[in-house]
């Protein structure tokens, strides 16, 4: 007869054998970016699709109304529903930043999309209306503390990813955008070197095999 230790120890060691760890890359779809123009003034110019490059524009143009460039980016995340998210960088590829004003900035926001029901199609999911604001999360430049260089940047994006999770959402959004006389881009699905996000994850068994395989250990160390 086994000691009770001993069964506990083969419970345990089942059970973390059970638990597997991995990482997966999750790229924008060639539809699921866009930039997306208007006028404070006169409304919206409309969407642009099919380039490699993606930017930001910010004209203040006085009696005539400040025109404003964003882009926005969905991300496919169903890869990991139901799977124990541990990380989650955001990538982009930038081609530089800088401003033609005394001042200025350029970064990224997540897209708290609610309820709307995301196909990973910028323009037919009509984005455009939702994103369309100027705030900024993780700075891409930002005069005097963050250089507008290019390359690969990276964005811990963890929390807004279990949120999108949490609400049953098949993409998270992200908008690109910056302030006064601002330019820039970033690369675009259609590149190839498009956004993307780095996930790991831990898989857990479900209950009920947990349960079946304490069984199974307890008739083990009876038969011993």
């Known amino acids: 007869m086994c000691s009770k230790s001993w069964s506990v120890s083969v419970f345990l060691s089942a059970c973390l054998s059970s638990i597997s760890f991995g ?40 009696s005539y109304g400040n025109d404003y460039t964003i882009s926005i980016f969905e991300i496919p995340i169903t890869a990991l529903s139901g799977q124990t998210v541990t990380s989650a960088v955001l990538e982009v590829e930038s081609l530089g930043f800088d401003t033609g004003y005394w001042y200025g900035s350029a970064g990224i926001r997540w897209v708290d999309t609610g309820a709307m029901n995301l196909t990973g199609d910028v323009v037919a999911d009509n984005l455009g209306p939702a994103a369309a604001v100027v705030s900024i999360e993780y700075y891409l430049f930002n005069s005097g503390t963050v250089e507008g260089t290019p390359g690969i940047k990276q964005f811990d994006v963890l929390n807004h990813l279990l949120d999108d999770l949490a609400a049953g ?41 947990m349960l079946l395989m304490a069984f199974g250990c307890v008739l083990a160390s009876k038969k011993r």
Request: proline fraction near 6%; include cysteine; hydrophobic fraction near 30%.
């Open 23 to 62: 990482a997966v890359t999750l790229f924008t779809p060639p539809s699921g970016d866009a930039m997306y123009s208007w006028n404070s003034k006169y409304g919206s110019y409309g969407y642009t699709t099919g380039t490699n490059e993606m930017g930001v524009g910010l004209s203040m143009g006085g």
């Open 169 to 209: 959402r098949a993409y998270t959004t992200f908008v690109l955008c910056g302030s006064r006389d601002t330019g820039g881009a970033i690369y675009t699905a259609e590149s190839g070197k498009g956004p993307r996000i780095n996930a790991a994850m831990v898989a857990v068994p479900e209950p009920a095999s």
